[in-house]
T-cell receptor, first 114, second 116 residues
């Protein structure tokens, strides 16, 4: 069985601070994909990133960066110099390659105060 | 492109009533799925389909039915609504297999259901 744990339920920061969201996963599969989705206050779910289990390179996209460490089964997400528009719930998710069941973590609510 | 369209956006039901949440996508995605979102529990998979005529159960299928008669549509039926089914429901679709973009879900805007 797959499991995704986001231990931080809510994080509050002041604008321009960095914030790191933790994601720890469990799977018996050797090939899988990891995802991050964003859910702003408007409620829609927006895809941010997909990472293959064979690719452990860190990735940076603007102010967003992701740190994938297979040895610790973690896929952490950092927002650098946070902005009010980053306020949202962020979900980490996992699916085995060629699988059909995407498993989500419980989500972390990020509140960025001006 | 419309993407994934869900209707209705809001619905209030009484216990025991039935209803159907509609989902349609125009991206020719093979894979479609329904999730429910409850506070602190993330999104949980209800049912999914890998193509027309093929459906399967997810993590929390009880009380829900689905069918997939066309590639575009994947309705979710509540047979006899219960207060425990009060939730926000999301339909999502993606390519499947080994194509680029496989497993990257596109979500609908959500349907907020309240069962009294």
């Amino acid at each position: 069985a797959q499991k995704v744990t986001q231990a931080q339920t809510e994080i509050s920061v002041v604008e321009k601070e960095d914030v790191t969201l933790d994601c720890v996963y469990e799977t018996r599969d050797t090939t899988y994909y990891l995802f991050w989705y964003k859910q702003p206050p408007s409620g829609e779910l927006v895809f941010l990133i997909r990472r293959n289990s064979f690719d452990e390179q860190n990735e940076i996209s603007g102010r967003y960066s992701w740190n994938f460490q297979k040895s610790t089964s973690s896929f952490n997400f950092t927002i650098t110099a946070s902005q009010v528009v980053d306020s949202a719930v962020y979900f980490c998710a996992l699916i085995k390659a060629a699988g059909n069941k995407l498993t989500f973590g419980g989500g972390t609510r990020v509140l960025v105060k001006p | 492109n419309a993407g994934v369209t869900q209707t209705p956006k809001f619905q209030v039901l009484k216990t025991g009533q039935s209803m159907t949440l509609q989902c349609a996508q125009d991206m020719n995605h093979e894979y479609m799925s329904w999730y429910r979102q409850d506070p602190g529990m993330g999104l949980r998979l209800i049912h999914y389909s890998v193509g027309a005529g093929i459906t399967d159960q997810g993590e929390v299928p009880n009380g829900y039915n689905v069918s997939r008669s066309t590639t575009e549509d994947f309705p979710l039926r509540l047979l006899s609504a219960a207060p425990s089914q009060t939730s926000v429901y999301f339909c999502a679709s993606s390519y499947s297999g080994r194509v680029s973009g496989a497993n990257v879900l596109t979500f609908g805007a959500g349907s907020r259901l309240t069962v009294l």
